[in-house]
C-alpha cells in the first residue's frame, strides 16, 4: 500500500469466507473508518488502536452477513456491526437501498444506519472518501474511492466478479456497474476488493479491464450468458 500521502489504508484478512476488512483514515488527524467490519471485532479494534488510530464511522459495502455481520445460510452466526456497536458507537454509511437489508441482516437499527447516495463523499480528516454506487450483487452495493484506490466490496474481485444468484442480484445491474462505472476509472487505479478469491490480494483497473473475464463481453446478452442466465 503506498505510504506517501496523509491517507491511511490497512487491510485485514479474517474469518471463514477470506474476507477483506479495511481501515480508511487520515494519518495527520488519525481517524479512521472501518469498512465491512465482521468475523472477529476485537481484532479490529485492536488493529486500530495498535495504529494509534481513533474509530469514527463504518462503511458498509452490502448488506451480506459476511461483511456486517448474521447469520449465513443458518450455519453459523458471524460477529459484524452488533458486536462492534457493544464497543464502540460510530455512524454507519450504507448505501440508500441497502438500509433495510444491512439492519436486518446485522440486526442493528434503521436509525443508525445513514442513508447515502452515489456520488456521495465522506470527509475522514484529510482524507475524502467517494461512494460509489455499484448494484449488480445486491441493489445497494457500494465501492469507495480513496486517493486513487478503489475498496471494490463483491463487486469486482481479481479476475472474478460478484454472484449475482443471491436474493436482490442482478446481472444486467453488475454489467452496467462494472463497464459505465469502474470500467471509467483511470486504469492505474489500485483495486482491493472484498474477498481474497483470486490469484492475488489487490489489482489494477487496468489489469483487470484487459484481462479479467467479465470484463471481455460486448453486450449484456453475452454477459447475462455468461453467468448462466
Ligand atoms: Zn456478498
Known amino acids: 500500500m503506498p505510504e506517501e500521502s496523509s491517507v491511511y489504508l490497512h487491510r485485514m484478512l479474517l474469518g471463514q469466507m477470506a474476507n477483506y476488512v479495511y481501515l480508511i483514515g487520515c494519518r495527520r488527524t488519525k481517524e479512521c473508518v472501518v ?15 495498535a495504529d494509534g488510530m481513533k474509530l469514527t464511522g463504518v462503511l458498509a459495502t452490502h448488506y451480506h452477513p459476511d461483511h456486517v455481520g448474521g447469520d449465513v445460510f443458518g450455519m453459523m452466526q458471524v460477529p459484524g456491526l452488533a458486536e462492534l456497536f457493544e464497543k464502540v458507537q460510530v455512524p454507519v454509511h450504507v448505501n440508500k437501498a441497502e438500509r433495510a437489508g444491512v439492519a436486518q441482516t446485522s440486526g442493528i437499527s434503521e436509525s443508525d444506519l445513514i442513508p447515502h447516495e452515489g456520488g456521495d463523499e465522506l ?20 465501492c469507495f474511492l480513496v486517493d486513487g484506490q478503489l475498496i471494490s466490496g463483491d463487486t469486482l474481485f481479481v479476475q472474478g466478479c460478484g454472484r449475482v444468484d443471491l436474493p436482490g442480484g442482478n446481472a444486467e445491474d453488475l454489467y452496467r456497474s462494472l463497464n459505465q462505472v469502474l470500467k471509467k476509472l483511470p486504469e492505474e487505479t489500485r483495486v482491493y476488493p472484498g ?18 473475464p467479465y470484463f471481455q463481453f460486448e453486450s449484456v446478452s453475452e454477459f447475462l450468458r455468461a453467468m448462466g442466465f
Open 123 to 142: 470527509q475522514v480528516g484529510d482524507t475524502r472518501i467517494k461512494l460509489l454506487h455499484t448494484p449488480g450483487h445486491t441493489p445497494g452495493s457500494q
Open 35 to 49: 469498512v465491512d467490519p465482521a468475523w472477529d471485532i476485537p481484532e479490529i479494534l485492536r488493529q486500530v488502536e
Open 195 to 212: 474477498h481474497l478469491y483470486g490469484p492475488e490480494p489487490e489489482t489494477t483497473i487496468g489489469k483487470e479491464v484487459a484481462s479479467n
